[in-house]
């Protein structure tokens, strides 16, 4: 029980309180007569003034409040049926039909291209005869050539023209060297087929089945390089050490794609790392060394053994222009040699030059070598094929492709007269010319297409060739100057590709080989817009609904009142800072020193209390506080006619409360509360 006073409604007082001599109610009535004198006009007054302020704020701001939710409502429903339009739209968009379109050209391109390239090695005569070890050598001897041309290397160190040549027959295998056969397979056609036409259709050269063949420039591709690769210049250390103390390591090799410049980097790191090791398996070093002693390379070793043999001679030369001391031998060349450092320096560097080349041709024919080891059950077509298109993609002239198979079929060369030879100086021809040919079953080797050319060879170069070694012969000490054909050794220049050389001639049916490039653009192009018109659709349908506060509304708080303050920022000013929230960002502390503010965190969310009616906004994970948690802020907000921070508050070190009158909190509820 207790006691009500009779104008002060919400006054109840317990029983006790009466007559108790303290006066309660205004009017007095809870003590005997005459005791407490009637204040109610006055006490009634302060509180009809709270009152009707409270009623004002509320009547004002709930005012507003629906203004601004039937607003949200509309807003929403205008979002709805923009998502629902471009759900419909989003539903028409598919890509798929033009990768199709796309991928059904490169199939049957890459079947087209296949008949026709086994179809052109089957009537080609060029390889007719040569028996599966001879074809096998021939391909490791235009693996050498095409390497000594830096045509289709990877890094200087696998013949990519064979990798090309594999494709053409639908053959792929291991990615970093020959050495896996495991890894050899007849790719499913589709995969092929994207990589040939890419290959064909850009004139970019790729050999494996991943993302980058597709033209993307990522910095790991890989891709085969063509020519203008700069030499890796640990390779010549493995077969001299004469230019240990050479560091010119930035030779311009005018190349300029810079993500083959990279990955070019990157691979001469990794040597340098493993100087004396070079990054060859003890596999790949014991194929070189069989590479070397091949009679093919006879030249090539004399060459590489002239070459130390005058670096020496020029270092020596060098060091007695420099000293006084009488050093014998170097006062003997001194004499015999005007020392001209620039020439020799020059001469130096033509030395290294080739022995580079010669060293990447014998990598590379090591690598062909360690395939054939690999893979020793291909069939005699197979191979034949791959000799075929490794000439094609390695780039060998008629001339060196007639020089590689005398090298690998017995009986084409007089072979007492080019060992003598290579011993010393003399063109490694010489055994060749006039020449020869053989009858095997009916089938003369070479063909008709190599003799004409050897014999317009011997006619000619081989002759100056065996003249330019006569004359380099005569000539003691070091020579000024390092010819091509140089103690034999003729760096071979890769075939003009338009030019009117037989076997470019006899390859022109596939180079020319029609490719829809520009139909395979169109759908590829459509398939990019498609997906952008995608990409663009789904972005805008995110945006619309975060705009509405997500697919559940949430976000929004209850009936979406939180719209009217989203992305609105409010401030106040509390001691010598200045506060800044902003609904759905972030919140800051300013002030005269710091003006770009210290951040109290991020925008986290409403919290609407049922029970109690409260709104909470919160920001959370601010800058760390000086050994203490990171900043956050929080914002009470009670019912007002305006939106406006009250006070700003750090009740703790770096948390602080806010207080705010905003009209999104003046509901039907907050009135009934307050007995409004
Ligand atoms: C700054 C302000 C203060 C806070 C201290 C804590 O001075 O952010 O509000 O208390 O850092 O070191």
């Given amino acids: 029980m207790t006691f009500a006073c009779p104008q002060q409604p919400n006054l109840h007082l317990p029983l006790s309180h009466l007559s108790d001599g303290i006066c309660d109610c205004c009017n007095g009535v809870d003590e005997d007569v005459g005791i407490c004198p009637d204040i109610c006009d006055e006490v009634l007054k302060a509180e009809r003034e709270t009152h009707a302020k409270l009623l004002k704020g509320y009547e004002l701001g709930s005012n507003k409040r629906n203004q601004e939710l039937f607003k949200f409502k509309q807003f929403r429903k205008e979002k709805l049926e923009e998502i629902q339009q471009w759900k419909t739209e989003r539903t028409s968009l598919d890509p798929q039909p033009s990768i199709q379109q796309a991928q059904e050209i490169k199939v049957n391109y890459t079947q087209e291209r296949k008949k026709m390239a086994e179809s052109l090695v089957r009537t080609s005569t060029l390889l007719a005869g040569m028996t599966t070890s001879e074809l096998q050598t021939m391909t490791v001897l235009a693996c050498q050539l095409s390497g000594e041309m830096g045509i289709h290397t990877d890094g200087g160190t696998t013949c990519g023209a064979l990798r090309l040549a594999g494709l053409e027959g639908g053959l792929l295998w291991g990615e970093d060297n020959y050495n896996d056969k495991s890894t050899m397979r007849i790719v499913p056609n589709p995969d092929l ?52 103390d050479d560091d010119d390591d930035d030779d311009d090799d005018g190349e300029d794609d810079h993500t083959a410049q990279d990955h070019y980097k990157k691979k001469r790191k990794v040597n340098n790392n493993n ?26 070793r004399s060459f590489l053994k002239r070459s130390t043999e005058l670096v020496e001679e020029i270092a020596t030369a060098l060091k007695s222009s420099t000293t006084d001391e009488s050093d014998e031998a170097a006062e003997e060349q001194a004499t015999k040699n005007t020392v001209d450092r620039e020439a020799f320096n020059k001469v130096k560097s033509n030395l290294r030059t080739k022995e580079m080349t010669i060293t990447k041709g014998f990598k590379s024919g090591a690598s062909a070598l360690l395939f054939f080891s690999a893979n020793e059950e291909l069939s005699l077509e197979q191979l034949r094929s791959l000799t075929f298109y490794t000439i094609y993609y390695g780039k060998l002239a008629a001339v060196q492709t007639w020089q590689a ?44 297409v190599l003799i004409k050319t050897a014999e317009e060879y011997c006619l000619n170069q081989a002759t100056i060739a065996m003249d330019a070694c006569a004359q380099v012969q005569e000539t003691d000490g070091i020579p000024t100057d390092i010819p091509d054909g140089y103690f034999g050794y003729v760096t071979p220049v890769a075939v003009e590709e338009d030019g009117d050389d037989p076997i470019r001639k006899m390859f ?14 169109k759908l590829e192009e459509e398939k990019e817009r498609i997906e952008q018109e995608i990409t663009a659709l789904e972005g805008k349908m995110k945006d619309a609904w975060k705009a509405i506060g997500g697919k559940d509304g949430k976000k929004m708080g209850p009936k979406g009142e939180l719209f009217s303050l989203a992305d609105q920022c409010f401030s106040v000013e509390a001691g010598k800072y200045t506060y800044e929230v902003c609904v759905f960002k972030g919140a800051k502390q300013k002030d005269g020193d710091n003006a770009g503010g210290t951040s109290l965190g991020k925008f986290k969310r409403m919290d609407y209390n049922e029970e109690t009616g409260e709104r909470t906004l919160y920001w959370e994970n601010g800058q760390q506080c000086w050994n203490g948690p990171a900043r956050s802020a929080t914002v009470h907000i009670t019912c007002g006619a305006e939106n406006k921070i009250l006070s700003a508050d750090e009740p703790d070190t770096c948390r602080y409360v806010l207080q705010m009158e905003s009209y999104i909190a003046c509901d039907d509820d907050y009135k009934k509360r307050m007995g409004l």
Wanted: charged share 30%; with cysteine.
């Fill in 508 to 521: 022109a049916p596939l180079a020319s080989f029609p490719i829809e490039k520009e139909a395979v653009q």
């Fill in 275 to 300: 100087k004396n090791n070079n990054n060859m398996s003890e596999l790949e070093k014991e194929f070189v060394e069989r590479v070397k002693t091949m009679s093919f390379s006879d030249v090539r």
């Fill in 193 to 244: 087929a994207k990589l040939i036409f890419h290959n064909t259709a850009e004139g970019e050269y790729f050999w494996t089945l991943q993302e980058e063949y597709q033209g993307k420039t990522t910095t790991n591709r890989r891709r085969l390089e063509e020519e203008g690769m700069p030499e890796d210049y640990e390779d010549s250390h493995d077969y001299d050490d004469h230019f240990g």
């Fill in 405 to 448: 198979m005398i090298a690998a079929v017995d009986g084409l060369k007089d072979t007492d007269v080019d060992s003598s030879n290579a011993q010393t100086c003399g063109s490694p021809w010489a055994g060749s010319c006039p020449p020869k040919t053989i009858d095997r079953d009916g089938t003369v080797i070479p063909s008709s």
